[in-house]
C-alpha cells in the first residue's frame, strides 16, 4: 500500500516534471549526447588515436598483403553468403506464409534455431557436422567432408545469416496485401509471374534490408568462425590472430579499413538498393505456367526444405549430441560440482550475464528516450532521419574491429575497469538492436492517441506512461531480449577489448580451439549452459513482464 | 462555455501555406463546421486551436485568455480526430475515465463521472467492453463520451463521422449535435461533407486554401454565397458567363453567348460589364419546348441522372453552354429522352450575379 502510494507520487512527481518543455529538451538531449559520445564516436575515434601504428605496418609488405586478403576474403564472403540466403531464404519465406500444412509451423519453428542458439555453440555444432568424425563425415567415412577454413566459414555464415532474411520476408509477406497478386491472376498471370512481376518489386525493400543485415551479420562475425576458420583469415580473424600475437599495427589496419569500407557499403547498398531493377518486364507465359503447376510448386518446396535442412536445421542441433554424451561419461559430476576447468566457466558465465543485464539496463534508460526521438521525429524530419541513419553504425561495423577501437578509445581515459568498458561496449554494440526496436513499435502506436491523451488532460510522461508503453511492452520484451543475448553470445568485440575478463563465449572458442585439452563433451556441455541459461533469462524477462501488467 | 477568437493565424509547413491570415469568433455555445475540401487547412486550424501544432503568428484566445504558450493538457479543449483514438488496450470505461483521472480527480469521482457519461451516450453497459469489440457508431459515442468526462468546453471534432457509413453517419449527425448542446459545449466540427455541415453547423466557415472565404449560417451560405467559389463548393450551381446589355431600376438584362438574354434582379453592375450568373440546380425546371417565359433558354436534353430523389436533366443549350435543371420525383410527369428538347427556366430572382474572374471561371471555382 505505502510502496503503491510512494509509486503514484513518483510517477506524478515525473508527470509533472515533462509538463515543462525545458524537461523535456534536457531528456532527448542528454539522449543524444550519449548517443553521440558512448556510441557513435568511441567506435570511429578509437582507431584514429592509434594512427601512428600504421606507418611501419603500411610498409611491411607482406603485412599489407595479409591485410588486403583479409579483408577482400570478409566481403567476398559477406557478399555470396547473403546472396545464398536471399536465393534459398526467398522460397522457405513463401512455403512458411503461403503453404497451409503441418509442415509449416515445423519449419517456421526450426527457421529459428540459429537465432537462439549461440554462435559460438553454432560454429562448434557445424564444426562437428561437416568436419569431424563425429558428424556427416563420419557418416560418409570421409576423413573431414569440409575441412576448416573458407568453405566451412560460408557454411557457417549461410547457417546464421539464413534466419534473419527466412524471419523478414516471412513477416514482409505476411503484411502484404495479396490483393495485387489476386489482381495480376485475374489478369492473366501465372502464379510465379504475379510473384515475380508484382509481388517481389513491391518487397523490393524488405529484400534490400534483409541483404543488408545478412552482410552486416557476416562481415561482424568473429567467435564462431574462429571455431571453424582454421589457418584461414578473414578480416576479424586477422585482428583476433594479430591480437594474440601482440601485432598492433595490423590489428589497427585492418579495423580502421573494415570501420571505413563496412560504413561505406553499407550506405551504398542503402542508397542504391531501392533504386535497383529487378526483370519485371519480360514474361515467358508458357514456360512460368509450367513453373507454376502442382508438381513444379511440390518440387521448389521439396528443394528448399531440402537446403534448409541440411545447411541450416541439422547442423545446428548437431550439438546436443557431444552435449549428451556429457551426461554419459560423468562431465556433468565435474561441472556441476565445479572442479577443474569448471571453476572458471561459472566464473565466466557469471562475467557474461553481468556484462549483458548491465547493457540491457543501459539500453532501457539512454535508448528509450532516442527512440521517442526517432519514432517521433523530435528533430524535424531531416535531421531525425540522419540520426536514424547513425543509430545503424554500430550494427554496420564488425564488432571485432569495432571492439579494437573501442578499447583504445576508453582505454584513453585512463585506469577505468575492464568490466566497465565491457559494459560500455556491448552497450554500443547492442545499442541499434534495442533503439531499432523501440523505435519501429512505438512508430507503430498512432501520434493521435498520444494527441488525444494530450487534449484530454495527460501530461507528456503521463501520456507515454499510459498509452505508448502499455501498446508497445512486447517490442520493450523483445529489445530486452536481444539487448541481453547479443550481449551474453557476444566474441569479437570482447576478444578485442578484454585483456583479463573472459565471457563463457570467449572462454568456449578457446576451449574449442585446444581439443587436445578440451573433450567434445566438456565443450557440448559448456556450450548447454550456455544455451540454458539463455532460455532461464528469457523466461525471466518474461515473467518479470508479466507481473508488471 | 468558452468562447474562442482567433487572430491573425498563419502557419506554413515549409513552402506550403496551411492557413494565412485567419480570423475567427466563435460564440460561447455555438456549433461551428469548419467546410473546405482537402487540403484547404481545417485539420491544421484545429489542431492549432488544441496545442497540438503551433502557429507560425497570431493569437489563438479562448475566454478571453491568450493560450499561445499553453501545451495542450492546459487548454481546456478536447480533440477527437476521425478515428477517434480510443486507446485500443484499455475498457471502454477506463477510456472515459482517463481525461478525469489525468486532471487529477479523486479516482472515485473520476468513474462515478465516467459511468455518468457513458450511460448519457447509452454505453454503460459496454463499459467493460475493448473498444475493437465495439461497431463504429458506438466508439464514436464512446469517443465523444470521453471527450464530456473531460471536462473541456472546446470540442474539436476533425470529422468525427468520416469513418463510418453513409446510413450510420446520417443518423449520428444528429445525436452528436444534440449530445454537444446538451452538455452545453463549444464545438467545431470540421468535415468536407457540405450536407453534414449544412444539417448540423449553427454557423458554416468556408475555407480554402488556407483562407476564410466566408463565415455564415447554412442558409446564408447557400443562398447568398459572397464568391465563386463558394457558390461552387456549396450545392450544385450551374454558372453562365455574359454581359451586362440593360440595367434598369428592377434589375437587369444579360447577354449570354449566341445573343441569349437572362433577366436578373441585380442592379449594380454597369452596361457592358463581363459577368458570371449563378443560379442553383433545384431552381432551375425543365419545362416543355417552345415555353414562353422570362429566362425560359431552350435546348436539348444532353444527360440524365436518377438522384433518387429527383432527376437531373442536362440540357445543352441552343448556344451550346451546358444548364441543369433538377426535377423533383413528385413531379416528373413523363421521363425525358437524351435529345428531346427542352427549356430550362428559373425566376430573376434566383439568379446571383458576380463579376466575371480575372483568371477565368474554371480556376476560380477550382476545388483542388
Known amino acids: ?549 | 462555455m468558452p468562447d474562442l477568437r482567433l487572430s491573425d493565424i498563419a502557419k506554413s509547413f515549409g513552402r506550403i501555406e496551411a492557413l494565412d491570415d485567419v480570423d475567427l469568433e466563435i460564440g460561447s455555445g455555438e456549433y461551428v463546421c469548419v467546410l473546405g475540401p482537402t487540403g484547404s487547412g481545417k485539420t491544421t486550424l484545429l489542431r492549432i486551436v488544441a496545442g497540438l501544432v503551433r502557429q507560425d503568428q497570431g493569437d489563438v484566445i479562448v475566454d478571453g485568455r491568450l493560450v499561445n504558450e499553453l501545451p495542450p493538457e492546459e487548454r481546456d479543449t478536447a480533440y477527437l480526430p476521425q478515428s477517434y483514438a480510443l486507446f485500443p488496450h484499455m475498457t471502454v470505461l477506463n477510456n472515459v475515465a482517463f481525461g478525469p483521472l489525468a486532471r487529477r480527480m479523486p479516482q472515485e469521482v473520476a468513474y462515478e463521472r465516467a459511468h455518468r457519461m457513458l450511460e448519457m451516450v447509452k454505453l454503460d453497459p459496454r463499459a467493460n467492453a475493448l473498444p475493437r469489440e465495439l461497431s463504429g457508431g458506438m466508439q464514436q459515442r464512446v469517443a465523444l463520451a470521453r471527450a464530456l468526462a473531460s471536462g473541456a468546453k472546446l470540442l474539436l471534432l476533425d470529422e468525427p463521422l468520416g469513418a463510418l457509413d453513409a446510413r450510420l453517419r446520417v443518423d449520428l449527425r444528429y445525436q452528436l449535435k444534440s449530445l454537444v448542446k446538451s452538455a452545453g459545449l463549444t464545438a467545431i466540427h470540421v468535415t468536407h461533407d457540405q450536407r453534414e455541415a449544412m444539417i448540423v453547423a449553427d454557423r458554416i466557415i468556408i475555407l480554402r486554401a488556407g483562407h476564410v472565404e466566408q463565415v455564415g449560417t447554412p442558409y446564408h451560405i447557400y443562398l447568398r454565397p459572397v464568391n465563386l467559389f463558394v457558390a461552387n463548393f456549396v450545392g450544385e450551381t450551374n454558372f453562365l458567363e455574359g454581359t451586362v446589355k440593360t440595367v434598369d431600376s428592377s434589375g437587369a438584362f444579360v447577354e449570354l453567348r449566341g445573343g441569349l438574354q437572362v433577366r436578373v434582379r441585380e442592379t449594380s453592375y454597369l452596361f457592358g460589364e463581363r459577368v458570371v450568373l449563378m443560379v442553383r440546380q433545384e431552381l432551375t425546371s425543365a419545362k416543355t419546348y417552345g415555353w414562353d417565359a422570362v429566362n425560359a433558354l431552350h435546348g436539348e436534353v444532353s444527360a440524365i441522372r436518377f438522384l433518387g430523389d429527383s432527376l437531373r436533366v442536362e440540357i445543352r443549350l441552343v448556344n451550346g453552354m451546358p444548364l441543369s435543371a433538377r426535377i423533383p420525383i413528385s413531379q416528373i410527369g413523363t421521363y425525358p429522352k437524351i435529345g428531346e428538347e427542352l427549356a430550362a427556366a428559373f425566376r430573376p430572382s434566383d439568379v446571383a450575379v458576380f463579376p466575371a474572374p480575372v483568371r477565368g471561371l474554371e480556376a476560380e471555382i477550382r476545388v483542388v
Not at chain 1, 34 to 60: E, H, M, N, S
Not at chain 1, 361 to 374: E, H, R, S, T
Not at chain 1, 388 to 397: F, W
Not at chain 1, 450 to 475: A, D, N, Q, W
Request: include cysteine; glycine fraction near 8%; charged fraction near 15%.
Open chain 1, 1 to 549: 500500500m505505502i510502496k503503491d502510494r510512494l509509486l503514484d507520487v513518483i510517477l506524478s512527481a515525473l508527470d509533472d516534471l515533462s509538463a515543462h518543455p525545458l524537461v523535456r529538451r534536457v531528456v532527448y538531449s542528454a539522449a543524444l549526447v550519449f548517443f553521440v559520445a558512448v556510441v557513435l564516436i568511441p567506435p570511429i575515434v578509437g582507431v584514429v588515436l592509434k594512427y601512428g601504428l600504421l606507418g611501419d605496418t603500411l610498409r611491411d609488405a607482406s603485412l599489407v598483403s595479409r591485410a588486403q586478403s583479409a579483408i577482400a576474403a570478409s566481403f567476398i564472403i559477406a557478399f555470396v553468403v547473403s546472396l545464398l540466403d536471399l536465393v534459398a531464404g526467398i522460397p522457405t519465406a513463401w512455403f512458411i506464409v503461403r503453404r497451409k500444412n503441418r509442415w509449416t509451423s515445423i519449419v517456421d519453428t526450426l527457421a529459428d534455431i540459429p537465432f537462439v542458439i549461440p554462435t559460438v555453440a553454432l560454429g562448434f555444432s557445424i564444426l562437428i557436422f561437416w568436419s569431424q568424425p563425429g558428424g556427416l563425415s563420419g557418416l560418409l567415412r570421409i576423413e573431414s567432408l569440409v575441412s576448416p577454413g573458407v568453405g566451412l566459414i560460408m557454411l557457417l555464415h549461410f547457417a546464421f545469416s539464413y534466419p534473419i532474411i527466412v524471419r523478414l520476408l516471412v513477416g514482409e509477406l505476411q503484411g502484404y496485401d495479396q490483393v495485387f497478386e489476386t489482381a495480376s491472376r485475374t489478369l492473366g498471370a501465372s502464379p510465379l509471374t504475379a510473384a515475380r512481376t508484382v509481388t517481389l518489386p513491391m518487397l523490393k525493400p524488405a529484400l534490400v534490408s534483409a541483404f543488408l543485415l545478412a552482410f552486416c551479420r557476416s562481415l561482424s562475425e568473429t567467435g564462431a568462425t574462429a571455431v571453424v576458420a582454421g589457418a584461414f583469415e578473414n578480416g576479424p580473424i586477422l585482428i583476433r590472430n594479430a591480437r594474440a600475437q601482440g601485432q598492433e599495427g595490423p590489428m589497427v589496419l585492418v579495423s580502421a579499413v573494415l570501420i571505413v569500407s563496412s560504413c561505406v557499403i553499407f550506405a551504398m547498398i542503402s542508397l542504391l538498393g531501392p533504386r535497383l531493377r529487378l526483370p519485371t518486364k519480360k514474361v515467358w507465359p508458357h514456360f512460368e505456367r509450367n513453373l507454376s503447376g502442382p508438381k513444379a510448386s511440390l518440387s521448389r518446396d521439396g528443394i528448399s526444405l531440402a537446403v534448409f535442412g541440411l545447411f541450416v536445421a541439422l547442423p545446428s542441433l548437431f550439438v546436443v549430441l557431444p552435449a549428451a554424451s556429457a551426461f554419459a561419461d560423468g562431465t556433468i559430476i565435474s561441472a556441476i560440482s565445479g572442479r577443474g576447468v569448471w571453476g572458471s566457466f561459472w566464473t565466466s558465465l557469471a562475467i557474461s550475464y553481468v556484462v549483458g543485464i548491465s547493457a540491457t539496463l543501459m539500453n532501457l534508460v539512454v535508448g528509450f528516450p532516442m527512440a521517442v526521438v526517432i519514432a517521433r521525429r523530435k528533430l524535424g524530419k531531416n535531421i531525425t532521419a540522419f540520426v536514424d541513419a547513425l543509430v545503424s553504425v554500430p550494427i554496420t561495423i564488425p564488432s571485432v574491429a569495432l571492439g579494437v577501437s573501442l578499447g583504445y578509445f576508453w582505454a584513453a581515459f585512463g585506469n577505468l575497469p575492464e568490466l566497465w568498458v565491457l559494459v560500455l561496449v556491448h552497450t554500443t554494440i547492442t545499442y541499434t538492436y534495442f533503439v531499432r526496436t523501440m523505435s519501429a513499435a512505438i512508430e507503430s502506436v498512432p501520434n493521435e492517441l498520444e494527441e488525444v491523451g494530450r487534449t484530454l488532460g495527460g501530461r507528456p510522461f503521463e501520456t507515454f506512461r499510459k498509452i505508448v508503453l502499455p501498446l508497445t511492452k512486447y517490442s520493450i520484451f523483445s529489445g530486452a531480449v536481444m539487448v541481453l543475448t547479443r550481449s551474453v553470445d557476444e566474441t569479437g568485440a570482447t576478444t578485442a577489448v578484454a585483456k583479463e575478463i573472459k565471457t563463457a563465449p570467449v572462454l568456449l572458442v578457446d576451449w574449442i580451439r585446444s581439443p587436445d585439452k578440451y573433450s567434445q563433451s566438456t565443450v557440448g556441455l559448456g556450450i548447454l549452459f550456455l544455451v540454458l541459461t539463455a532460455f532461464v533469462s528469457l523466461l525471466a524477462i518474461r515473467l518479470a513482464l508479466r507481473r508488471s501488467r
